[in-house]
């Protein structure tokens, strides 16, 4: 795909995101890249109707209330070429961890699962539930709602029986899979695509998974991190590890990607320590915060151009019907 749009043509993103949302994503050195490139992002005011703002080529979009979403549907009917990234119909199915990871088990990728896991609505419940789906312990205790609240991103470490007496339902239980204490951050921005490695949770032994607690929640959680392990040996640690082969992380994200209807999206992979060529999607989110990425700018500004020659070509396909 071209670096650039033709000559003298501009590209014009108007991008709607709570405050919190904005540095997260629009910094300075995608703004300026961007613009080099033909791609103007133009901030969507919130207190205006989106029909009375623009023109924009694109709309990007972190939000999800009734009102909103009646805004993007008059924007589109008056605008029937133009690009919503995205669908909001396509982004409440990340909302949910029950659903969340469907679309993975479409894939069918040889060597890519995702951990067993059950969600649990009644307290009464609990041990029917995982004896019934064969899990083991450990075991994560995630929020149902998977969304930007505080809530939803608590989570708990459940080392056995007597730890579900501190559990919270509804909840989504994910059996714990040992990695090495390193995780795989895969972003997408449609066919773009980078993988970071990040620390993780350290791998649980048994001689930990005995330990006094029952229940941890991740705030909490050193005690598996091993503390005696200096910032130098962490660093080891992590450059040790070997990343995915990006053929392999490429073809999951271009699934997936088709699979959850999304442009925008990242998802977190594990390698099991036991199998080497055992891959594990643990989670997706939509929208992430893509400035943590080294060089996000060369990863979001292609997407933009790709999006650009899309709505390009709607238009001329408009003009030829």
Not at 55 to 79: C, G, I, M, R, T
Not at 125 to 150: C, H, V, Y
Not at 212 to 221: D, K
């Amino acid at each position: 795909m071209p670096e650039s749009l033709l000559a003298g043509e501009r590209f014009r993103i108007g991008y709607a995101l709570a405050p919190r949302s904005v540095s997260s994503f629009i910094q300075d050195s995608l703004v300026v890249y961007a613009e080099k490139r033909g791609v103007d992002l133009i901030p969507i005011d919130l207190e205006k109707p989106l029909v009375e703002q623009g023109p924009f080529d694109s709309v990007f979009h972190k939000l999800y209330d009734a009102e909103w979403k009646k805004q993007l549907e008059e924007f589109s009917l008056q605008n029937p070429t133009a690009i919503i990234v995205d669908p909001i119909e396509s982004i409440e199915k990340l909302h949910n961890r029950v659903s969340m990871l469907d679309a993975v088990k479409q894939l069918k990728i040889e060597n890519l699962e995702i951990p067993l896991q059950a969600f649990v609505d009644s307290n009464e419940s609990l041990q029917d539930e995982i004896d019934n789906r064969g899990m083991k312990f450990p075991l994560i205790a995630k929020a149902m709602i998977a969304n930007a609240t505080a809530d939803a991103h608590q989570m708990c470490l459940v080392l056995n029986r007597d730890g579900l007496n501190g559990v919270k339902t509804p909840i989504v239980l994910q059996e714990f899979v040992n990695h090495g204490g390193v995780i795989f951050k895969v972003y997408v921005a449609g066919d773009h695509v980078k993988c970071v490695k990040r620390k993780s949770l350290s791998d649980i032994t048994e001689e930990k998974s005995g330990n006094s607690e029952n229940l941890i929640p991740f705030s909490l959680i050193s005690y598996f991190a091993d503390n005696e392990q200096s910032d130098e040996s962490l660093a080891k640690l992590m450059e040790a590890a070997i990343m995915p082969p990006s053929s392999f992380v490429n073809q999951v994200s271009k699934q997936l990607r088709h699979a959850l209807k999304l442009h925008l999206f990242n998802f977190d992979m594990i390698r099991d320590s036991e199998n080497g060529n055992r891959y594990l999607i643990i989670d997706i989110n939509y929208f992430p915060g893509y400035a943590k990425v080294p060089e996000y700018e060369q990863v979001l500004t292609p997407c933009f151009l790709d999006l650009a020659h899309q709505k390009r070509s709607k238009e001329t396909t408009k003009v030829d019907n």
